[in-house]
């Protein structure tokens, strides 16, 4: 991250994808004026209270929407998505964005692809000003292994262990998953980004 990146954004789909896919860079990063939304889960209240426990640890702004998470996974048209993220955003411009890849980090979880071709879709169409676009760079292989940072991604960071252990404290005290769990298996000790400029 360089001084440009003042007013920061972090997109997802569900509580805790923040902390799994971009933790570590909040944590190195608390200079920087965060803001975290998920379009997901604000009805879930033992969720929602976890992602603003959550929201704690990183100084930032947690905002939280309610699209349709369930587990038939129906496809939610790219215009609601849009509409969802710039109903929770407190501005309409933000120097830079972290948020889901293409095909999202593991096989498969609709909701991370429509997150990122939203916020796509938002820079493109004008809607939303965004600088650079960081997408998380993780993949599993269609599901052979548990989700890894992708070593030619653009922007590569090695967790100091303190705070990866700070990442892995908040997914397995804050947000309460067990030690077995895929969210603390997979809690990975690189982050990686694809950047659209």
Not at 69 to 75: C, M, S, T
């Amino acid at each position: 991250m360089n001084h440009e990146h003042s007013n920061c954004v972090v997109i997802t789909a569900h509580p805790d994808d923040e902390t799994l896919w971009a933790g570590g860079t909040l944590l190195l990063h608390p200079d920087r004026c965060w803001t975290v939304v998920t379009i997901t889960r604000k009805s879930d209240r033992e969720r929602a209270a976890k992602f603003q426990k959550a929201m704690e640890h990183y100084g930032a702004a947690g905002l939280m929407g309610d699209l349709d998470d369930g587990p038939q996974q129906k496809p939610l048209r790219t215009v609601d998505v849009e509409d969802a993220i710039l109903d929770l955003l407190p501005a309409h411009r933000y120097d830079l964005v972290l948020t889901h890849g293409w095909w999202g980090e593991y096989t498969r979880h609709r909701r991370h692809e429509e997150v990122a071709k939203a916020v796509v879709s938002l820079r493109e169409s004008g809607r939303l000003s965004l600088g650079e676009i960081w997408m998380f760079a993780y993949q599993d292989e269609g599901g052979r292994h548990l989700p890894q940072p992708v070593a030619q991604s653009d922007v590569y960071t090695r967790l100091p262990d303190e705070i990866w252990e700070h990442k892995y404290r908040i997914i397995t005290e804050t947000y309460g998953f067990g030690s077995d769990s895929f969210e603390a298996r997979t809690t990975p000790r690189d982050e990686a980004f694809w950047v659209l400029q």
